[in-house]
């Protein structure tokens, strides 16, 4: 049993006489974990069109009928082994709070930092065709829009993440190179973004193309000897 493998945390008090330090360090719960990697986490600004790719990719319906910004916590879809969690969206969101938006994103930070063992990649959904407008809003006054600020705490916290591009059908063919360039040079990856293609992914999911994302996952998960989890993906 997985719980066997633990010890209290209360174990690991050291009970000094503040003469030195305790030498005898037990494990505990944190640095004992099973490193097994099986999760799968869904991020993005609210309206990104996380819901639909999420459906188009796992054939759930995550939304079932909410509002945005109803959702305050991560939800955890269970799929044999592997876990794929839909994080509440962020950012503004039209009736709800600038204090709940603060919640949400610090709900989200605790978890990935509670749970990086565990998660094999980050997928953050952008909107091709808002995320320079507001990246380059928000620089005009100085400051990063949270978007950008998830993707470097992701980094930060060695989070392996995967930018999947949505909505690029709202692009015009001649636009998408540049487009896509300019995403990842304000995500700090120097463009041309096709030296990138193992990081963005370009997808529609209301049009159902989500192939360029199914890809990158299905890396992911080899990489970790696990391509039987593929299966619960669709593209
Ligand atoms: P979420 O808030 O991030 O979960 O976003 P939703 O999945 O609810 O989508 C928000 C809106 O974007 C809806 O009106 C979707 O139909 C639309 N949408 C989602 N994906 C795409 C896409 O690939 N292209 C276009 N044009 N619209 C999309």
Same mark, same amino acid.
């Given at each position: +049993?997985?719980?066997?493998? &633990? #010890?209290?945390? *209360?174990?690991?008090?050291?009970?000094?006489?503040?003469?030195?330090?305790?030498?005898?360090? @037990?494990?505990?719960?944190? *640095?004992?974990? /099973?490193?097994?990697? *099986?999760?799968?986490?869904?991020?993005?600004?609210?309206?990104?069109?996380?819901?639909?790719? $999420?459906?188009? $990719?796992?054939?759930? *319906?995550?939304?079932?009928?909410?509002?945005?910004?109803?959702? $305050?916590?991560?939800?955890? $879809?269970?799929?044999?082994?592997?876990?794929?969690?839909?994080?509440?969206?962020?950012? &503004?969101?039209?009736?709800?709070?600038? #204090?709940?938006?603060?919640?949400?994103?610090?709900?989200?930070?605790? &978890?990935?930092?509670?749970?990086?063992? /565990?998660?094999?990649?980050? %997928? @953050? %959904?952008?909107?091709?065709?808002?995320?320079?407008?507001?990246?380059?809003?928000?620089?005009? /006054?100085?400051?990063?829009?949270?978007? #950008?600020? +998830?993707?470097?705490?992701?980094?930060? %916290?060695?989070?392996?993440?995967?930018?999947? %591009?949505?909505? +690029?059908?709202?692009?015009?063919?001649?636009? #998408?190179?540049?487009? @896509?360039?300019?995403?990842?040079?304000?995500?700090?990856?120097?463009?041309?973004?096709?030296?990138? @293609?193992?990081?963005?992914?370009?997808?529609?999911?209301?049009?159902?193309?989500?192939?360029?994302? &199914?890809?990158?996952?299905?890396?992911?998960l080899h990489k970790i000897g696990r391509d039987e989890w593929i299966t619960h993906f669709k593209h």
């Open positions: +049993m997985e719980q066997d493998e &633990y #010890q209290d945390e *209360n174990q690991n008090e050291c009970h000094s006489d503040g003469l030195g330090e305790c030498q005898t360090k @037990l494990p505990t719960k944190r *640095n004992t974990k /099973r490193q097994t990697k *099986n999760e799968v986490i869904f991020m993005g600004r609210s309206n990104v069109g996380k819901s639909t790719t $999420l459906k188009v $990719l796992t054939g759930r *319906n995550v939304r079932v009928g909410k509002k945005p910004g109803v959702t $305050l916590s991560p939800k955890n $879809l269970e799929f044999s082994g592997l876990i794929v969690t839909d994080m509440p969206g962020f950012g &503004y969101m039209a009736n709800v709070t600038k #204090q709940n938006q603060e919640k949400i994103k610090e709900t989200i930070i605790h &978890y990935v930092e509670d749970n990086a063992e /565990r998660i094999i990649c980050a %997928v @953050l %959904v952008l909107d091709a065709k808002a995320f320079i407008e507001i990246v380059d809003r928000w620089e005009g /006054r100085n400051e990063h829009p949270i978007d #950008q600020e +998830m993707f470097e705490f992701l980094c930060d %916290v060695d989070i392996d993440v995967i930018v999947a %591009v949505n909505k +690029m059908d709202k692009i015009k063919n001649n636009q #998408q190179d540049i487009t @896509l360039d300019g995403i990842a040079e304000r995500l700090d990856m120097l463009p041309p973004w096709r030296q990138w @293609l193992d990081r963005i992914a370009p997808i529609a999911a209301k049009k159902g193309d989500v192939s360029a994302l &199914y890809a990158l996952i299905s890396d992911r």
